[in-house]
């Protein structure tokens, strides 16, 4: 390591990079020298690199220069070493890049000790003494080195400022205050610096208290990321255990209903194998029976053709009465039926239930809640694109502009059945789901309901079951000539605020939020719900016919 002590000049047998004495001395092309494993360990941390540069100078070399031994300089230092002269002392250390360089150095600069704040000077050890020494200092403040010293110096009269205007909030010379700033409110840096000292000191404590709260916050959810894991593991055990019970179920039933077939089907090939041999021995005997006939049929002596017919003619009972009754085989085609029937009341089922498990998962939400966007360009961070549902529009109503526009008409629409129509109200939906935070807007004319709704809403029957805001399933804001109301279950809030032709609507499924807003130049709330949803929701319109305008609403 480097010991104190040395002479001056040994400074320049000294590896800029280690600051020791030269070892293995290289010297490269611009001149400068260094230790051979030194220079090398800082060019291969460039291996990267095309180009190679000096770590003093920056000069550049291409390719990267053959490192060669310096004999000379090795014979120096290692003479150097025997009269017992040893390295630079610390406090020698050459100024690198980001240093603060000593402003009095000549040369190659060493690294600056502290600054002073009235000289506007750095200072090395060597050259910080006077300060220390001589009395004409002693009211000289002295401060960590920094380069920024020339931002204390006016750049209109080159003098150091000590004034503060607190009518225009800046730094000023004495100079500056009898000139652009007079008759302004002025006072000593240190003055102002302690009016903000005290208000740094509020500050902080606000800002302390914050990371009080917000350590409070970190731990909380430290803890919630812990339960979450531990209930999400949980979650997936029982959740596997279940499955597991129900696909064992199913391989039960599966099992039971090949073994009833099989067991069926041994039953019944078993019966019809009986019946079949009776029927062979009854075909053989009843050819016997036709053969002994057919050779009566050829005799010439009458007397034994009468004699014999009698016994020969007469059937038995089984012959005259079949014992058997065939019939089409579709026992099976039956059982085939009964489980394609399950499989589908199975899968309306999983899917029901899905949904329902689905919104379950996507419940689980540990964040700290968040704030509601303020501005529209906030709310657009949000926002959704929403598309209209053909199969769920009225007959009354006419899609266009890529289905994001509905109008009433005046004529019923050729729409084929379908079982997600609406049909005695002029409603429709979106055919996205929303949950999450959502954002949308719909610009109106004439008379409508801007809503959201379940997709379970009823689509016949009466106005409380299938209208918009008439039932628990939906949510709607009715807008008509700037005015508007809120409704949910049959349940109307007037709202005294005018509204515009463009709504805004926000949505925080998660944290039951539903927000209406008039959208102009700013954002005005008209009505805020909340609530919990238990399912995911859909965007819709129900319009009214107006005898001014026509109505119409088009997501925007």
């Known amino acids: 390591m480097a010991q104190r002590g040395i002479q001056p000049d040994s400074a320049k047998f000294c590896c800029s990079i280690c600051l020791d004495l030269l070892k293995d001395p290289v010297t490269i092309p611009c001149g400068h ?22 770590p003093q100078c920056r000069q550049t070399f291409t390719p990267r220069p053959v490192l060669v031994k310096n004999t000379m300089l090795a ?17 020698l250390c050459y ?12 040369g190659r600069k060493l690294k600056a000790l502290k600054s002073c704040l009235v000289c506007l000077v750095s200072y090395c050890e060597q050259h910080l003494q006077p300060h220390y020494q001589s009395p004409a200092f ?10 920024q010293l020339q931002e204390n110096i006016c750049s209109n009269h080159d003098e150091v400022m000590k004034i503060f205007c607190r009518t225009d909030q800046q730094c000023i010379c004495s100079l500056c205050s009898m000139d652009e700033h007079k008759g302004h409110h002025t006072v000593s840096a240190a003055a102002e610096r302690k009016e903000r000292q005290k208000e740094l000191g509020v500050s902080r404590q606000k800002i302390q208290q914050r990371i009080q709260d917000t350590e409070k916050d970190l731990r909380v959810l430290q803890q919630e990321v812990v339960e979450i894991n531990r209930s999400a593991d949980k979650a997936v055990e029982d959740s596997e255990e279940i499955f597991t019970e129900l696909i064992t179920l199913m391989e039960k039933r599966r099992s039971d209903v090949k073994q009833q077939i099989r067991s069926q089907q041994k039953e019944e090939v078993s019966r019809a194998e009986e019946v079949q041999e009776k029927l062979k021995q009854e075909i053989a005997e009843l050819r016997r029976k036709d053969a002994e006939l057919e050779q009566l049929s050829h005799t010439e002596d009458h007397i034994h053709f009468l004699q014999n017919y009698s016994s020969l003619s007469c059937l038995s009972e089984s012959t005259d009465s079949p014992s058997t009754n065939i019939r089409p085989l579709s026992y099976f085609e039956d059982v085939t039926a009964a489980v394609s029937e399950l ?10 239930e899905w949904s329902k498990i689905s919104l379950t998962v996507t419940r689980v939400d540990v964040l700290l809640s968040q704030p509601e966007p303020k501005t529209r360009d906030e ?10 549902d053909p199969n769920t529009a009225n007959t009354w109503l006419s899609l266009s502009e890529e289905n994001r526009k509905a109008t009433v008409m005046r004529a019923g629409q050729s729409y084929p059945s379908h079982p997600d129509r609406f049909i005695r109200w002029c409603q429709v939906l979106s ?6 935070h959502c954002y949308w807007e719909v610009e109106w004319k004439g008379g409508i309901d801007i809503a959201v709704s379940y997709k379970d809403i009823s689509r016949t029957g009466t106005v409380d079951a299938c209208g918009f805001g008439c039932n628990d399933k939906s949510w709607t804001l009715f807008c008509c000539d700037m005015n508007c109301h809120f409704e949910h279950n049959k349940i109307k809030t007037k709202i005294p605020v005018p509204v515009s032709s463009r709504v805004g609507v926000y949505l925080d499924h998660r944290a039951g939020i539903l927000s209406f807003y008039s959208v102009s130049e700013t954002m005005t709330l008209l009505h805020r719900v909340q609530t919990t949803f238990t399912q995911p929701l859909h965007a819709g319109v129900w319009l009214h016919l107006h005898s001014n305008v026509d109505t119409t609403a088009e997501f925007v």
């Open 343 to 352: 499989r589908e009341k199975l899968q309306d089922l999983l899917s029901e």
């Open 379 to 388: 709310f657009l961070q949000f926002s959704r694109h929403i598309t209209l």
């Open 431 to 436: 055919k996205e789901s929303l949950t999450g």
């Open 138 to 147: 002693e009211k000289h403040k002295l401060v960590n080195p920094f380069k």
């Open 75 to 91: 014979d120096i230092v290692e003479e150097m070493k025997k009269t017992g002269l040893q390295a630079a002392p610390p406090d």
């Open 33 to 54: 020298s260094y230790c051979m494993s030194c220079i090398k360990a800082c060019w291969d941390g460039e291996e990267h690199k095309e180009i190679y540069s000096c």
């Open 95 to 106: 100024a690198g890049p980001g240093d603060v360089a000593c402003d009095f150095c000549s």
